[in-house]
């Protein structure tokens, strides 16, 4: 099913198909964040992406919480967006040789991946606010607030010190 499927035809339908595709996205990334961890050479920022693969793993179990609480069935659809922000992020830290530049670079990638999530639950949340749905947007809510939380956190390490030694 495509963004613009002829089987989108509700509110409803666009909330449960943007729910399948966070809910790739964040398996996706609970998949890429090992890398991540492994490429990372600064110890505030593998210790960040350590505690945001437990934070992921937890988002993946709200939303869990939300398909049941929406009485749908826990599936994905494939995500290109996310794909190719994770496809980028891989071939940009296997590029980058000199270590303080490949941790800018993680920071970079991990940005794009976190602004995607957000722009997902927030156009989530206002969807299950408008379908009467507080419940789903209260669980949501928790998921998009730890996604900002986790972006703030790399941009102060990438203000605090990183970027400085990369440049």
């Known amino acids: 099913m495509g963004l613009f499927s002829k089987d989108i035809k509700t509110m409803n339908d666009l909330f449960v198909h943007t729910l399948k595709d966070i809910y790739y996205a964040e398996n996706q990334i609970v998949k890429a964040l090992p890398d ?3 490429k990372a050479t600064d110890a505030g920022l593998k210790q960040g992406f350590q505690s945001h693969l437990s934070e992921t793993k937890n988002h993946v179990q709200r939303l869990e919480q939300v398909f049941k609480m ?3 069935k826990i599936e994905g659809v494939n ?3 996310i794909d190719g922000i994770l496809k ?3 071939e940009v ?3 980058v040789e000199d270590k303080a530049v490949l941790d800018a670079a993680l920071i970079a990638m991990a940005q794009a991946v976190e602004h995607y999530e957000m722009t997902r639950y927030g156009t989530l949340i206002a969807w299950a606010k408008q379908l009467g749905r507080p419940d789903c947007a209260a669980v949501l809510e928790q998921n ?3 996604e900002k939380a986790a972006d703030q ?3 102060g390490l990438a203000e605090r010190g990183i970027n400085a030694k990369a440049a």
């Open 79 to 81: 995500c290109p967006a």
């Open 70 to 72: 929406h009485g749908v």
């Open 36 to 38: 991540m961890i492994d």
């Open 153 to 155: 956190k790399l941009t």
């Open 144 to 146: 998009l607030k730890e």
């Open 88 to 90: 980028e992020a891989n």
């Open 93 to 95: 830290s296997g590029e």
